[in-house]
C-alpha cells in the first residue's frame, strides 16, 4: 500500500510527512480491498474498526484510539424518509469516522504533533482522537465558529486558533503553516486515510438493512463523506453485492455551491463563485480542492446536485426537532434539499437522509 499522485502518478510511502506531492496534487491510496462480503465483518468489534478486513489499515494502532465510533441507528422519520443518526458519536458529528482512522494511521506512523483547518466538526473530531492517541493539535477555524465547537475544540486539549476572512482563507493559514514548520497536516481534505473512514458509513447501511435505499442524501462541502460512499460504492458493484448504484442526491448550500454549478456546466474542476454567508457552516466551501475527484465521481454515477435553500433551513430544523431530531444547522440544509428535490423530481421514495451533527454544537 502507498500513496500515489492524484496529478502525476508518483508513488510514496503512507509513512510520509509530506501533506502532497511534490508536484501539488493530492494524494491517494493504492489500496484494493478484498471484495466487499458481511462474512468479513468482525461482529465481535463495536465500532467502525469491524469492517477493517476492508480498511486500509497498517497495524492495530487503532485499538488504542478508537472511541466506539460508529454503528449509528437508522430510524424511521416518514413514508418516504430515513435517518441514519451520525451525530451519535463520541464527538457528536460523522466526521468521527474518517478522525479514528486518520489518527490511528498518525500514531502507527510516530507523528507527535499536527495542525488541521476546520470549520468545526473535523477539528473536534481531530482534537478528540489526537487526544486519545496521545498526539498534539492545534486545530483552524474561521471567525464567526459555533462557540461550541470551539469551546469542544478546546477541551480536549487542542489548541484553537481562530482565523478572520472566509473558511477557504483558514485553510490557506493553516497550510502555510504546515509549509513553514513542517508540521504534519492531519486533514480531512487532504489525507486519503479519512476516506477509509467514511466509507464505513455505507457498510453499516449496507449491514444494517441488507440493501442499500434507493436515494442517497449527502452533503458535500469539502466532499469527505461524498467520496467515502463513492468509494464504498466502488467496492459494492466490483464484489457484486449491488449491481447498480443507489441515486445520491448531493447538496450544496444556495449561497455556496460550486460544485452545483460546476456540475451544471459540465466542469471537471469547481466553479469559481462569489462565496456568501450560510448557515450551513459545515459545507460553506468555495474552493473544495478534491473537487476534480467529485465532479468525476458525479458523472460516472448520475449524482444530482440540489441547493439548499437559505430561508428553508431552519424551518427544516425545527420540523425535524418536532420529532425528536435535534440537530445542527448544516444537517438541517440535508433535510431542506430532500424537500427541494421532491418539488423538483416529484415525490422521492425510500431516500436515507443523513443527520451529521448534534443541535447543542450550534446554537448560535
Request: include cysteine.
Given at each position: 500500500?502507498?500513496?500515489?499522485?492524484?496529478?502525476?502518478?508518483?508513488?510514496?510511502?503512507?509513512?510520509?510527512?509530506?501533506?502532497?506531492?511534490?508536484?501539488?496534487?493530492?494524494?491517494?491510496?493504492?489500496?484494493?480491498?478484498?471484495?466487499?462480503?458481511?462474512?468479513?465483518?468482525?461482529?465481535?468489534?463495536?465500532?467502525?474498526?469491524?469492517?477493517?478486513?476492508?480498511?486500509?489499515?497498517?497495524?492495530?494502532?487503532?485499538?488504542?484510539?478508537?472511541?466506539?465510533?460508529?454503528?449509528?441507528?437508522?430510524?424511521?422519520?416518514?413514508?418516504?424518509?430515513?435517518?441514519?443518526?451520525?451525530?451519535?458519536?463520541?464527538?457528536?458529528?460523522?466526521?468521527?469516522?474518517?478522525?479514528?482512522?486518520?489518527?490511528?494511521?498518525?500514531?502507527?506512523?510516530?507523528?507527535?504533533?499536527?495542525?488541521?483547518?476546520?470549520?468545526?466538526n473535523a477539528g473536534n473530531s481531530v482534537a478528540a482522537y489526537g487526544a486519545r492517541a496521545g498526539i498534539a493539535c492545534e486545530v483552524f477555524?474561521?471567525d464567526g465558529t459555533s462557540p461550541k465547537k470551539i469551546d469542544l475544540i478546546r477541551a480536549h486539549g487542542a489548541v484553537?486558533?481562530?482565523?478572520?476572512?472566509?473558511?477557504?482563507?483558514?485553510?490557506?493559514?493553516?497550510?502555510?503553516?504546515?509549509?513553514?514548520?513542517?508540521?504534519?497536516?492531519?486533514?480531512?481534505?487532504?489525507?486519503?486515510?479519512?476516506?477509509?473512514?467514511?466509507?464505513?458509513?455505507?457498510?453499516?447501511?449496507?449491514?444494517?438493512?441488507?440493501?442499500?435505499?434507493?436515494?442517497?442524501?449527502?452533503?458535500?462541502?469539502?466532499?469527505?463523506?461524498?467520496?467515502?460512499?463513492?468509494?464504498?460504492?466502488?467496492?459494492?458493484?466490483?464484489?457484486?453485492?449491488?449491481?447498480?448504484?443507489?441515486?445520491?442526491?448531493?447538496?450544496?448550500?444556495?449561497?455556496?455551491?460550486?460544485?452545483?454549478?460546476?456540475?451544471?456546466?459540465?466542469?471537471?474542476?469547481?466553479?469559481?463563485?462569489?462565496?456568501?454567508?450560510?448557515?450551513?457552516?459545515?459545507?460553506?466551501?468555495?474552493?473544495?480542492?478534491?473537487?476534480?475527484?467529485?465532479?468525476?465521481?458525479?458523472?460516472?454515477?448520475?449524482?444530482?446536485?440540489?441547493?439548499?435553500?437559505?430561508?428553508?433551513?431552519?424551518?427544516?430544523?425545527?420540523?425535524?426537532?418536532?420529532?425528536?431530531?435535534?440537530?445542527?444547522?448544516?444537517?438541517?440544509?440535508?433535510?431542506?434539499?430532500?424537500?427541494?428535490?421532491?418539488?423538483?423530481?416529484?415525490?422521492?421514495?425510500?431516500?436515507?437522509?443523513?443527520?451529521?451533527?448534534?443541535?447543542?454544537?450550534?446554537?448560535?
Open positions: 500500500m502507498e500513496f500515489v499522485c492524484t496529478a502525476c502518478g508518483k508513488h510514496e510511502s503512507v509513512t510520509t510527512r509530506k501533506a502532497k506531492c511534490d508536484c501539488g496534487g493530492l494524494w491517494k491510496l493504492d489500496f484494493k480491498p478484498p471484495k466487499f462480503s458481511l462474512d468479513g465483518i468482525d461482529r465481535s468489534e463495536w465500532s467502525i474498526f469491524r469492517y477493517r478486513k476492508f480498511m486500509a489499515l497498517t497495524d492495530d494502532s487503532w485499538r488504542d484510539v478508537t472511541l466506539g465510533e460508529g454503528m449509528t441507528p437508522i430510524v424511521p422519520f416518514d413514508e418516504n424518509v430515513s435517518l441514519k443518526m451520525d451525530y451519535f458519536m463520541p464527538t457528536l458529528s460523522f466526521k468521527d469516522r474518517g478522525a479514528a482512522v486518520l489518527m490511528a494511521h498518525c500514531r502507527s506512523i510516530g507523528v507527535k504533533s499536527v495542525v488541521q483547518d476546520s470549520s468545526g477555524v474561521k484553537c486558533t481562530i482565523v478572520p476572512g472566509s473558511r477557504d482563507h483558514c485553510a490557506d493559514v493553516c497550510r502555510e503553516k504546515v509549509e513553514r514548520d513542517g508540521v504534519y497536516y492531519a486533514s480531512h481534505v487532504y489525507n486519503p486515510f479519512f476516506y477509509e473512514g467514511t466509507k464505513t458509513y455505507l457498510y453499516e447501511v449496507y449491514e444494517q438493512l441488507g440493501r442499500l435505499p434507493e436515494h442517497l442524501v449527502i452533503p458535500v462541502g469539502n466532499g469527505t463523506l461524498f467520496l467515502g460512499v463513492m468509494h464504498a460504492l466502488d467496492e459494492f458493484l466490483d464484489a457484486g453485492v449491488i449491481d447498480r448504484a443507489p441515486q445520491v442526491i448531493a447538496l450544496q448550500s444556495q449561497t455556496c455551491d460550486p460544485l452545483l454549478q460546476a456540475a451544471e456546466q459540465g466542469l471537471d474542476t469547481y466553479a469559481q463563485i462569489e462565496v456568501k454567508p450560510t448557515i450551513a457552516e459545515g459545507i460553506a466551501i468555495g474552493k473544495p480542492m478534491r473537487s476534480g475527484e467529485i465532479l468525476a465521481y458525479a458523472y460516472k454515477y448520475g449524482v444530482r446536485f440540489i441547493h439548499a435553500q437559505e430561508d428553508e433551513i431552519l424551518p427544516a430544523r425545527d420540523a425535524l426537532a418536532k420529532k425528536g431530531i435535534y440537530c445542527e444547522h448544516t444537517t438541517a440544509a440535508n433535510y431542506a434539499a430532500y424537500l427541494n428535490y421532491c418539488r423538483k423530481y416529484g415525490t422521492t421514495k425510500d431516500c436515507l437522509i443523513t443527520m451529521c451533527g448534534a443541535g447543542l454544537k450550534s446554537d448560535h
